[in-house]
């Protein structure tokens, strides 16, 4: 075992084997598999033989040869598998992602305020307000961007995302 901190590169080697093994909930096979099309052969197989490797080792050269044509014609069809893998994966994040979302919507003349955000001139240290405002959205535009105005009615020039912004109660 290695002692402190100082000696992790020593390990990670057999950490990255042990990742690329293991089977990914959003692929739905092993990172080795779908980078070479067949399954890794660990250092204890070849030691003590298993099935698989008995059964490949007594291959002539010309089936082998015609096998491993065979596995490079079906990474394709690996490849599409774990793309349908990794959509089903985002649907289901998506759907457990929206389930805690609260939708909030804004309408053309309510009253708002802004967040100064941190890399903006008005930030000028932990004791200056984190809101400006009051504004008046001017436009409501798609995925959740707002236009905003001050309270003359004098568009600002950027596009606010409703993120940023809270209701203004007066």
Not at 41 to 56: G, K, T
Not at 111 to 132: C, M, S, T, Y
Request: aromatic fraction near 10%; glycine fraction near 6%; proline fraction near 4%.
């Amino acid at each position: 075992m290695v002692q402190g901190s100082r000696q992790w590169h020593e390990k990670l080697p057999f950490a990255l084997l042990g990742y690329r093994m293991t089977i990914c909930t959003s692929i739905g096979t092993t990172p080795y598999l779908f980078v070479y099309g067949t399954e890794a052969v660990i250092s204890a197989e070849v030691e003590i033989p298993s099935l698989r490797i008995i059964v490949e080792a007594e291959i002539e050269y010309t089936k082998c040869v015609k096998s491993r044509l065979e596995q490079l014609a079906l990474i394709n069809e690996k490849r599409l598998t774990s793309i349908c893998f990794g959509q089903l994966y985002q649907q289901r994040m998506a759907r457990a992602y929206n389930k805690k979302v609260r939708p909030r919507n804004f309408e053309v003349g309510q009253l708002v305020k802004k967040r100064i955000l941190p890399h903006q001139d008005e930030a000028k240290g932990k004791f200056a307000p984190n809101w400006q405002g009051p504004y008046v959205i001017k436009k409501v535009l798609s995925k959740g961007a707002l236009q905003l105005a001050d309270m003359e009615e004098k568009a600002i020039d950027t596009i606010v995302n409703a993120d940023s912004i809270k209701r203004y109660y007066v």
